[in-house]
Structure formats: C-alpha cells, structure tokens
C-alpha cells in the first residue's frame, strides 16, 4: 500500500532542515512572524507530461524545477525569497525513495536561496504534479513591475536564451548537455533580482519567451520596444545546433526563467558595472520607446513591425514579433 | 482548442471584483502590505476522483470546496482570512463556462469571509485539480496551536459530524439531501476560530475524522482524551440513517470541517454563553486528561482504550479509538 501521507511529510521535510521559529509544517497552517516589507507572492505548478517526464528528468531534477520557477517569480520582483509551501499529488506508483530524491533536489535550491519550507500538502492523483507557493520581502515601494518601464529605458536580459528549449528538443539525446542541463534545472536569477532593484524601472522573468515577455513588459509599461536580434545572448552550444537561426529560439524559446530588465539610461552604466562586481551576466539587447510597437530588428538589416499575436514556434518566418 | 491562458485568467478573476492594492493579479507576484500580526499560511488541493467528481459535484462546488477546505485550517488557528493564491490544473475538456462557475462558487464564499484571490495560475493536466495557498492574520502569539491544550481543559466541537461522510455515501441518490450539501459545499467555521481564540487552549479542524484528528491534538498537547461517544453532535439524517451507529460515522467520518476546541474548565460557561450569543453551535463531548491514553466511551457503558492504529472506518468493531 505504500508509506502513509505522514510518512511521506516525514521523508520530505527531512532533507530541509529545521523549520523556522515560531512554527513550521506540524500545526494546520504554518505560523509566521509579520513580514517587514511587502510580501511578494506567487504560486506555479509543475506537471508531468506539461513540464516534465518521469523518462528525461530525475526526481532531484523535478523537485529542484518546482521551487525554480517560483524563485523565478520572486527574483523578477527584486524580492528576497522567505518561505514557500509545496504541493505534492504523487502517484501510487512512487515511492519514499523518489520523495526523498525531490526533497533533495528542491531543499539543495531552498538553501541556497535561504528560503524555508514551511508547509505543505500531500494528495494521490494518477499524474505527478508540485504546486508551490513562495513568498519574499521588499522593502516599501521597492518591487519590480512590469509597468514601471518608461521610453528610452535600455533592455537588458540576464545569462543566455534558448538554450532551455534546445535542451527540450535534444532529452535524451547526447547532444547539447549544458542545453539540457538548463532544461532540467533552470537557475532563477534571485541575486540579480535583488540587486538590479537599486538601477531598474521594471522586470519580468522570462518564462514563455522573450518575445510574449517584452510584450507583457511594454504593454505594461505603456511603451513600444526595439530589439537587436543580432544581441540576443545564446551559448555556443545554440549557436552550433541552430548556427543563424540561433536568435529564433532564443526569441521564442521558453523555460528560459532569465530576467528582463528596463534600466534608465542614465543609470545603464552604473547598473553594468555592479553586474560585473556580482558577476552576474546582462546583455543589452534593445530599449524601450516611444508608441506601442514591438520591433525586431534583423541582425541583417530592417526592422520588421510585429504582426498582432505570437504564441509558437511554429508561427515563425522572417518577420518575427508580437503585440 | 479553448481559451488561452490570458482569457481562462479573465474569466476565472471576473466574479472576484477588483483586487486590493497595492497589487493583484496580474504582475509575476502578488504584492501585499506587510501583516499586522503574525501570518497563518496553509495549502491543500482537491483532486478529481479522490475529492469530488464531475458526475456528483457542479463547477460551483468544487469552487466552494477547494477554497473552504483551506479556510477551514485558518479558522482551526483562530486567523481573520486575509488572502489566496489558486492554481488550476484543467483538463482538455473544460471550456469557459466550466471555469467561470469553479470562479462563481469559490468568489461567494470569498466574499463571505473577506478574503481576496491575489495570484493564480493555470495549467494543462489529464485530471481537474485546484491547489490554493490561503493566508490569515492573528495577533502575536494569538494563533491556536495544536498543542496548547492541558489536561482538565474540557473538548468542544462545532456543528454535527458524520454529514459530510454520509453525504459522500448517498451522493446521486434521493437520501440525506443536506449530508451530501455538506460534502459538496463544507462551511469552515472562521468566525467561531476568531471567537475561540479568547477562550480555547488548542485547536484543529476536523477533515479527517474525529478520532484522528483528536489523535494529533492530544499527541500535540502531551495529554490524553476521553470522549463520550453518547455525546457527539450528530444530524437527524445521520441518526435515521445509521441508528445506534451514528456515533461511529460521527467519529471517523471526514470531511467535516468542522472545530476541535480545548478550553479550560473555567473558561467553559464563558465560552458556551458567547457561541450561544454568536449562534455559532459548540457541543461538548470530553476532556483532555492526565496521561497519554485516547479513551472513547461507549453511550451505554465502560470505557475503551486506544488500540494502536486506526485509518478507516472498515477497522471499527465494538472497541473505538486510536493511539
């Protein structure tokens, strides 16, 4: 029959350590002590056969994707990481091992962002699924909007783009490991959330592709945006599989879980140079303008106006963007 | 192939009316303004096919019900409902109309304790299921623990218990019309949780049957408990249908939603007058004792110590209980 729901608790919660003060998993809800700041909060959920399967992903990887895309969240905020709840509708089929090997792979991530399991929740269900709740401070005020970006803001994008995508398309394979490496334990940028708040007028995490995220940003934001195609960061490993086509995927990839920022150009400078102290990796791709328009510019040459909606990769031809 | 992700978002925040600031849906996070107090934080899921069915339970049932069971656990630690966040898993074959009655269901009972959906998500998955991360505020060191209880303090219970089980056992049939009111759409006792924060010494919800959920409390507390089986609120449905064994479905139903309450012999008459004077119904039925043993006592006659183990109700015979 398997281990009971508080065995499981037990198995999982194991890996995570001691739970905060004044109360952790145990009572009916977790007791917290009152935030200092504003509370950020976001909930995202992992599912088998959606985000992952069973086949290409281990249950470390599983457990450490379910708390990154959340962080994600956090870290396009500017908010630090507090707590999180996870959870967990298992299927018969997995046992104790395979709950410790989640545990493990999301309470290695928890630690290193100092964020606390403080609850959680187990159900059976026929499809293995994560459903996590994170919460993180700001200060008042401080937090990263989307719409806090402003015409003539420079863009900048954290690490490489893509490379999530191309590690979907090659599970499995022994092709692209760094690719599928990032496919399987995207990094969420929480240091660089935290510090591009001192230089940022708004954020977002790229989670669906750069394209519908920076359409997200300047619908927001109330401006039109200019991209360089041609600056788009990609790795080596982009680069050789998908050579001048490298900028769609990184364009429309997904799963990247980067950070999208709009920096003042006054401040652009400034902003580079504390990334470099943190080493932490930008690339300016683009800016914020005047108007609606989202245009793309070919490393070629003209720039092509977006056409009205963009959801797939399949959609692509040569004139790529979006509303 | 259905609504996007943006219009299912749409239609499922329309029935909540307008989110309070600083920041609702629609940022990666939920910005929220720092608690007053200390911040109760809790998560469950209702499953399709563990929790409800699709043939049993409309759309607004299962709204009400994913949200009720949550606020259920806020209201065993005595917190005022402050906000949530809900991620849905949804099936291929759920359209708009589906979605938007869930919304309609659960923004009711929303409304009905002041509690505002700041963040959600949605995603794609075989089987309909709703996770939500509800969150309430107590005063500092005002949450009703588990373990606050004493031996002496006399055990309360809100409402009837047995409903929700027999409900489960007559769903589709033309019998215990309210029982099954009760399964589809339990009502968590928050105003009672705020009320007994002034009297009682510990507290947990009933969802997963009296004996049990007694069971964590007295563990919880370092007590024992007696009960008396004769006194157990029990519903005129549950007593036609089960006659001398009401006690039995009353004790290890589930799903009742309904309070465990520990208050100190002095303070009963006080808090009896202000559930009278707050029509909230509370029903004595035992005590925390000295020791470690979960004592149930026949309406008839002599007392039955706990055997070790008890999950479900095909385990009862003549002598009830649970370590």
Chains 1, 2 share one sequence.
């Not at 959606?50 to 994600?72: C, M, P, Q, W, Y």
């Not at 928890?110 to 929740?121: F, I, K, M, S």
């Not at 001192?198 to 750069?210: E, H, K, M, Q």
Request: with cysteine; aromatic share 6%.
């Amino acid at each position: 029959v398997g281990a009971t729901e508080f065995e499981l608790i037990r198995h999982f919660t194991a890996p995570f350590g001691a739970p905060r003060p004044p109360s952790g998993p145990g009572d009916d809800c977790a007791v917290l002590p009152p935030a200092r700041g504003q509370l950020c909060v976001t909930t995202d959920a992992v599912v088998e056969g959606v985000h992952f399967t069973r086949r290409h992903f281990s249950f470390e990887d599983i457990g450490h994707k379910a708390l990154a895309v959340n962080l994600s969240d956090l870290a396009s905020m500017g908010a630090r990481p507090s707590w999180f709840v996870c959870a967990i509708a298992l299927p018969g089929g997995i046992e104790v091992d395979g709950v410790r090997a989640m545990a493990r792979g999301m309470a290695r991530l928890a630690r290193a962002n100092r964020v606390a399991l403080v609850g959680g929740n187990f159900t059976r269900a026929p499809q293995l699924s994560l459903t996590l709740t994170a919460a993180g401070e700001v200060p008042k005020g401080a937090a990263l909007l989307r719409g806090g970006g402003r015409a003539g803001d420079a863009l900048y994008v954290s690490g490489v783009l893509g490379d999530a995508r191309l590690g979907l398309a090659c599970l499995g394979m022994e092709r692209a490991p760094h690719a599928q490496a990032r496919q399987r334990r995207p990094q969420p940028r929480v240091r660089l959330g935290l510090l591009a708040r001192r230089f940022a007028t708004a954020c977002i995490d790229v989670s669906d592709g750069l394209a519908g995220d920076l359409g997200h940003l300047r619908k927001a934001s109330r401006a039109g945006a200019e991209v360089d195609l041609g600056r788009l960061p990609v790795s080596r490993e982009l680069r050789a599989a998908a050579a001048d086509d490298a900028w769609r995927w990184a364009l429309s990839g997904g799963e990247d879980y980067e950070l999208l920022l709009a920096v003042p150009e006054l401040r652009a400078r400034a902003f580079e140079r504390a990334c470099r102290a943190a080493r932490e990796r930008v690339t300016r791709v683009g800016r914020l303008t005047r108007g609606t328009a989202l245009v793309f510019r070919h490393p070629g040459g003209h720039p092509v106006r977006a056409p009205r909606s963009f959801d797939h990769f399949a959609q692509f031809d040569g004139a790529v963007s979006q509303s």
